[in-house]
């Protein structure tokens, strides 16, 4: 039974920061491709930020050199370090995995999800 919980959302000021976590069970974490997504009142669902079973990671690029993901080896836990947090960063965050070395951008691609944290910037 594969499990994805999210924490550490909150409220922060713009320019401030904020550390996402996702602790992932019921599956073998190393070979899953793992990102996180974002959805805004009245928007689509966005992928943010993507890394692969071997390590590689890719951005959205309104957030490129501002969030930064990692997933540590031997802890079955990913992380979204936010900083320089805007306005329009304001969302809830989730947490997704599918089966698979590379991650795709579409979010209809991911088997797995969390039932997110939510981050408010103002």
């Known amino acids: 039974h594969v499990q994805l919980v999210e924490s550490g959302g909150g409220l922060v000021q713009p320019g401030g920061s904020l550390r996402l976590s996702c602790a992932a069970s019921g599956y073998r974490y190393a070979n899953y491709c793992m990102g996180w997504f974002r959805q805004a009142p009245g928007k689509e669902r966005e992928g943010v930020a993507f890394?692969?079973?071997?390590?590689?990671?890719t951005y959205a690029d309104s957030v490129k050199g501002r969030f930064t993901i990692s997933r540590p080896y031997a802890k079955n836990t990913l992380y979204l370090q936010m900083d320089s947090l805007k306005p329009e960063d304001t969302a809830m965050y989730y947490c997704a995995a599918r089966s698979g070395y590379y991650c795709p951008v579409a979010s209809e691609r991911y088997n797995y999800w969390g039932q997110g944290t939510q981050v408010t910037v103002s």
């Open positions: 890394i692969d079973a071997g390590g590689s990671t």
